[in-house]
């Protein structure tokens, strides 16, 4: 499978494209930003984008969600209890000073347990709200490979101060749902370096509280 990560816009959030070698089909995670250097990726990797995934509603994590749809005719989802983020990105991003476009509505919506398959790659839809009510993370089984958004951080969590926000629930997502997979799963988070499943069972302090 090919995978790049590409860091986006001033939050710094890592933006994903995953491919298929055999069937060229391939799946971008959270858009964020720098929409011409996801397209570049993208052309330069030779890939048909089929999905357009992201992992919860922040304008950091969708804030192109607008321009690689458009671009690649690709199917955009997103878990219906984050559909209200969409369309409040712009408004957003101004606290920050910056600017993004709100997002169009999705083509339909992420579910827990939702398979979704690119070639021979397939992408397992984990939800573990939390930091948002509709946030997810994608577990690629075949590759021993999470996904996490910002639910989970090497050796950190993902802040819950915001609306929509717990942190009880963001712990029990993750025990519920993260915790489980094997110790070899490679965590990649929506910012920061990856991780492992294993050493953030171990070493993770808000997982040993």
């Known amino acids: 499978m090919l995978m790049e990560t590409i860091v986006v816009g001033p939050l710094g959030v890592n ?46 994590h969708i804030g192109c969600n607008k321009q690689i749809k458009e671009q690649t005719g690709a199917e955009l989802l997103i878990h219906e209890k984050d559909l209200w983020l969409l369309s409040e990105a ?36 984990l939800h573990t709200p939390g930091h948002t009510p509709g946030g997810c993370s994608l577990y690629l089984r075949d590759e021993q490979l999470v996904i996490t958004g910002d639910t989970l951080f090497a050796d950190s969590v993902g802040r819950t ?31 920061g370096p990856s991780s492992s499943i294993g050493r953030e069972r171990r070493y993770n302090p808000y997982l040993n509280e």
Not at 104 to 120: Q, S, V
């Open 161 to 191: 101060d915001l609306p929509g926000g717990s942190h009880e629930q963001l712990i029990a997502s993750i025990k519920a749902k993260l915790m489980p997979l094997a110790d070899e799963t490679v965590v990649w988070p929506g910012h």
């Open 15 to 60: 933006s994903f494209i995953l491919g298929d070698k055999q069937s060229n089909e391939g799946v971008v995670v959270d858009p964020g930003a720098d929409g011409e250097l996801i397209l570049a990726a993208v052309a330069r990797f030779g890939l048909k984008i089929k999905y357009v995934i992201n992992t919860h509603g922040h304008f950091d």
């Open 90 to 125: 712009a408004r957003s991003a101004r606290q920050f000073g910056l600017k993004v476009d709100d997002s169009p509505l999705p083509d339909r919506y992420l579910t827990d347990g939702l398979r979704l398959d690119f070639g021979k790659r397939s992408i397992e839809v």
